[in-house]
């Protein structure tokens, strides 16, 4: 009976907190003030924040923010991890069957990558939401025949029989279809919702880790192609090579949705509890 009576006293205490105030001596702090302190630690704080992280399956990657109160804004910068793109790349041939043999093409050609994040979070002590705008970049490098073949087999007889003609025309360009190494690059554009929870470790309270999931939408999709510097064969790879490569990159690419579940270590510097 006791406990029961206490429970409903501290209820009663918490939301008519007159009750409480007639209640305790003078001498004696209320439990709305009790209530009060606590409440004031758990806001969320002020100051500069960095990071370090994954965010699976894309990137490993660094950042630093900016919390206010329940707000933070924050900007990433990483790295595209092979393991992760090889990931990525399964969960499109999945979704489009039909392309498998590009997809992994692109896998086997892939050269490196990067990831620019931009975010705003919303903070409901311990969760947060967020919206993410993240600019990817993704870079393969191959010859311009294998490229054809791998990406465009239908257009590949058609480009190599064009190929053949320009060397007899030009001897001093010798095999350069076989040979000149082309870099064609993605530049996917995504735009990201996320729910996510943060941890503090440690006493001091600037230590903390940090987990959410997103889903990415891609908003816009461009590619280019840049080539070894010989002046001779630049126009022919102009005109024949690098439009059908960019077309079939862009639409491998434009359907690149992917869910993501990001780990990271989070310091901050300064913190001040906001009251």
Same mark, same amino acid.
């Given at each position: ?26 001498? =004696? ?25 994954? =965010? ?10 900016? !919390? ?9 910068? *990483? ?27 692109? +896998? ?5 990558? +990067?990831?620019?994040?931009? *975010? ?23 010859? $311009? =025949?294998a490229l054809i073949e791998n990406l465009? $087999? ?10 053949d003609n320009f060397s007899r025309r ?9 040979? !000149? ?16 929870? /943060? ?10 880790? *940090? ?43 434009? /359907? ?13 510097? =300064?913190?001040? /509890?906001?009251?």
């Amino acid at each position: 009976m006791y406990p029961s009576l206490m429970g409903w006293a501290v209820a009663a205490c918490l939301l008519f907190p007159w009750i409480g105030l007639q209640a305790q001596p003078p001498s =004696q702090p209320t439990v709305l003030a009790v209530y009060g302190r606590f409440k004031r630690t758990e806001q969320p704080s002020s100051g500069l924040e960095l990071l370090a992280g994954t =965010q699976f399956p894309i990137q490993n990657r660094l950042g630093m923010g900016w !919390t206010h109160g329940r707000i933070s804004l924050y900007t990433t910068y *990483g790295l595209l991890s092979r393991a992760y793109v090889n990931i990525a790349l399964n969960i499109q041939k999945r979704r489009q069957p039909d392309q498998t043999a590009n997809y992994n093409f692109i +896998r086997s050609a892939f050269e490196q990558g +990067r990831v620019w994040e931009w *975010g705003f979070r919303y903070r409901f002590n311990p969760l947060y939401v967020g919206i993410f705008l993240q600019s990817q970049k993704f870079a393969i490098a191959a010859t $311009p =025949q294998a490229l054809i073949e791998n990406l465009a $087999p239908e257009k590949a007889a058609d480009i190599q029989r064009r190929a053949d003609n320009f060397s007899r025309r030009v001897p001093a360009v010798g095999n350069f279809y076989e040979s !000149t190494g082309i870099r064609p690059t993605v530049y996917p554009t995504q735009l990201a919702f996320a729910l996510g929870r /943060h941890w503090h470790l440690g006493k001091s309270r600037q230590l903390g880790l *940090g987990a959410e999931v997103a889903y990415s939408l891609n908003l816009y999709t461009a590619s280019r192609v840049t080539s070894d510097k010989r002046s001779l064969v630049t126009n022919f790879l102009l005109e024949n090579v690098n439009p059908v490569v960019e077309k079939v990159l862009q639409q491998r690419f434009k /359907h690149f949705n992917v869910p993501l579940l990001s780990v990271a270590l989070v310091y901050r510097l =300064q913190p001040v /509890h906001t009251r």
